[in-house]
């Protein structure tokens, strides 16, 4: 494998502009957004430079509590460190993106909702000989998915593409900035009526 210096693409300063332009979008209103790009020059000069020399590190997860209709615990990263996260994926998605299933569509360039549910109603009218019979769908969720995922395993997973003890180390960081609050435990009550 083609062993790229992917490390230094990640903090290259036009990947960063675009990081952030990406980062920011649809969130121009918010006060931690107003807030970077008061110097927004500067604040990515600078998280250029923590990447270049090695010393960057996450900022500390916010968490808050999500009802919509379900409850959950979200994990919010500060704004700088989600220009990160979209730093790491502009260099690294075309290496992973041919490496997944036609149908996986979350996160995925061309593959939101809408192609998601077309290929459902292929499969669908496959399934049921064109509406003429009867099929069923399981609708499935992962409890606390993201918080479950083996960090080891994962990290060798990505040993396969990426040869660079920098960038394996920076995605560690990222990948080890967890909440240190615990999850609430569920409770759950039976309603018979």
Known sequence: MKNNNY????????NLLLAWRKARKGKTKK???REFEKDVIGN???LHEELKNKTYFPNKLKIFILRDPKTRTISKS?????????AI?????PIFDKTFIYDSCANRKNKGNLFALKRFEK???KATNNLKSESFCLKADIKHYFQEVDRDILIKILRRKIKE???ISLIEKILGNNA???RERETRTNFYI
Not at 78 to 86: K, Q
Not at 89 to 93: G, P
């Open 31 to 33: 006060i931690y957004v």
């Open 89 to 93: 994926v502009n260099i690294l998605e």
């Open 44 to 46: 990515l000069l600078l």
């Open 180 to 182: 240190t609050q615990e």
């Open 7 to 14: 490390y230094s693409e990640i903090y290259n300063l036009s």
């Open 165 to 167: 003890d920098n960038l």
């Open 123 to 125: 499969y669908q009218m």
């Open 78 to 86: 500060a704004f700088r460190d989600r220009i990160m996260h979209h």
